[in-house]
Nanobody, 126 residues
């Protein structure tokens, strides 16, 4: 199994930046596609950005050009760099892992991912 723990959330003013981290405890981190999702109060959990096992990246239109995902397999860590933050980015952010046996090509649906972190709160003030 893989255990995921997010960190780095907090309060930031609009236009600011924040970097989230997701630490994985499993030994097979490099074999997982990884993604970030977010959920605001009263809204559904939505896809934000993902990275494949081959370092291909995918992102939602709402964050394109502002957010970027990266991974350090040697450190078993996933990152989400968030720039030009907007109040509408306020949400709990979750990292998620998709094992290799689930296949490739599909990264935007929450049901594609087997493992989830506990979430970290990001609040963007206006």
């Amino acid at each position: 199994q893989v255990q995921l723990v997010e960190s780095g959330g907090g309060l930031v003013q609009a236009g600011g930046s924040l970097r989230l981290s997701c630490a994985a405890s499993g030994r097979t981190f490099s074999s997982y596609a990884m993604g970030w999702f977010r959920q605001a109060p009263g809204k559904e959990r939505e896809f934000v950005v993902a990275i494949s096992r081959n370092d291909d990246t995918y992102c939602a239109d709402s964050v394109k050009g502002r957010f970027s995902i990266s991974r350090d397999n040697a450190k078993n860590t996933l990152y989400l760099q968030m720039n030009s933050l907007k109040p509408e980015d306020t949400a709990v952010y979750y990292c998620a892992g998709k094992p290799a046996y689930r296949g490739s090509y599909y990264y935007t649906g929450a049901n594609e991912y087997n493992y989830w972190g506990q979430g970290t709160q990001v609040t963007v003030s206006s």
